[in-house]
């Protein structure tokens, strides 16, 4: 790659890990957030107390994943243009706009733990189609994402190029669903 990329300087201690450690931190942190997640959801009862604002959330959920969805297409113009500072600065965006989806997410999940989707007929199949297709891609999007960063910002830009031409379209899917998700559970479900 001929152009030149301004790398932040605290991504220049990246380079100091070995691809091997770095894949290795990305697996064992992706498997503990899958296995918390999957903890919260399913098996952690409801808080006791809840408060007002946490019915707010999953509408924050759905604007945390919009915002990511427009990042994520901005970052795929701009990489088109060969604009490689500005997809950069999309792509965190798209980071950052996704990191405050899942710390909302977590938060709602503590306070109401599972939402239940009881409307019945085919959308209830739509609607799992989606929702089971979902969770089983964001299961990915962790270590696929984290890896992409890690590859770009250590200047890998070949193996970055590969392994985003599949982190992007489920990195999308999953944000583009999420908002999907939400608008069945409140307008169907």
Do not use: C
């Amino acid at each position: 790659m001929s152009e030149q990329i301004n790398i932040p300087g605290q991504a220049k201690i990246l380079e100091q890990v070995s691809v091997k450690t770095a894949f290795r931190i990305i697996i064992v942190v992706s498997a503990f957030a899958l296995l918390f997640l999957f903890w919260l959801i399913y098996f952690k009862e409801e808080a006791a107390k809840t408060y007002a604002w946490v019915t707010y959330l999953p509408a924050a959920n759905a604007a945390f994943n919009s915002l990511s969805t427009v990042f994520l297409l901005l970052g795929l113009i701009e990489i088109k243009k060969r604009n490689f500072n500005r997809h950069m600065k999309f792509m965190a965006s798209a980071f950052i706009t996704s990191t405050f989806f899942l710390v909302s997410y977590v938060i709602y999940h503590h306070f109401q733990g599972d939402t239940k989707f009881l409307t019945e007929g085919f959308i209830r199949y739509v609607y799992f189609f989606i929702l089971i297709s979902h969770i089983v891609l964001s299961a990915f999007v962790v270590p696929l994402v984290l890896s992409s960063f890690y590859l770009a910002l250590t200047g890998k830009f070949e193996k970055h190029k590969k392994l985003s031409r599949w982190t992007f379209p489920i990195w999308l899917y999953v944000s583009i669903t999420g908002v999907v998700i939400f608008f069945m559970l409140r307008v169907v479900g």
